[in-house]
């Protein structure tokens, strides 16, 4: 069993419903306002189900350049297009707020997610800037507002920034599930869309994959993703289920379907 909420499932898909620009940020919409970011997310939620994914993770990946602390009016419209698509959700879903740990946990809280995804540990040279995130606020955040259930699953080596941190990333790992108390692990590649180094997939999984799940974060696809699930013990994929295989796009249910085709036949 990988995690409570995911009941049975083995090498478990967490597919992304990447919500369009949230307010205030460039991209916004105002034409379209809340009533499109909402009906845009469930039809991309129906396509991933009607497909079979495990789980379904909101991010607001739209919203860029991206923020390392979330603004009042960009985290209450988060929560309130989570909030309006729960009715269409049948599988248990996470979210994770670009890149603020406290505020991903909060909209977690606030909409009763099962789990949530972020940059918790380390320290980065990032598009963003020097980033040096806060994982004890968020866990605290957690016990103190009654959900330990809630598991926090950590990127490990952040997209769009390098580590400042010259420890392996097998050490780094381990250290965040011994230090911070990661429920799990997750490797990425150097940006969305972009796989992880198969080598460090198995150096983290080597490390820490007796202790807690270890997943691919990016790049996974239907040409590679026998060879992630034969280390990791899943997987996160967005860009993949896109139309065309665009990050940018809305989902295409034929393209889930045939990538969860293969994901049966090797679970």
């Not at 990661?182 to 080598?199: K, W």
Request: charged content about 20%; hydrophobic content about 45%.
């Amino acid at each position: 069993m990988i995690f409570d909420f995911l009941g049975d499932k083995n090498k478990a898909v967490i597919a992304m419903c990447h919500i369009g620009a949230l307010p205030g940020a460039p991209l916004y919409d105002s034409d379209g306002g809340m009533d499109k970011l909402i009906e845009d997310a469930a039809s991309d939620i129906q396509k991933l189900q009607a497909g079979g994914v495990d789980a379904i993770m909101f991010g607001n990946e739209n919203d860029r350049p991206y923020l390392l602390k979330g603004t009042p009016e960009s985290i209450a419209a988060m929560t309130a297009v989570v909030t309006a698509c729960k009715p269409v959700l049948k599988v248990p879903f996470g979210v994770n707020y670009l890149w603020d740990p406290d505020a991903s946990v909060s909209i977690a809280v606030a909409t009763q997610a099962s789990f949530v995804r972020e940059i918790f540990t380390g320290v980065f040279a990032s598009d963003m800037g020097v980033w040096a995130p806060d994982c004890a606020t968020p866990a605290r955040k957690r016990r103190n507002l009654g959900r330990r259930d809630l598991k926090m699953l950590f990127n490990i080596n952040a997209e769009f920034a390098h580590s400042l941190d010259q420890r392996p990333i097998e050490l780094r790992a381990r250290s965040a599930v011994f230090s911070s108390l990661a429920d799990a692990i997750l490797v990425s590649g150097p940006i969305t869309g972009q796989p992880a180094q198969a080598s460090d997939l198995r150096k983290v999984a080597e490390a820490v994959g007796e202790l807690v799940p270890v997943f691919a974060n990016t790049g996974v696809n239907i040409d590679n993703v026998r060879d992630v699930m034969s280390i990791a013990s899943g997987c996160v994929i967005g860009t993949h289920f896109k139309v065309d295989g665009d990050t940018w796009n809305p989902v295409d249910g034929d393209r889930v379907k045939r990538f969860m085709d293969v994901v049966n036949s090797v679970r």
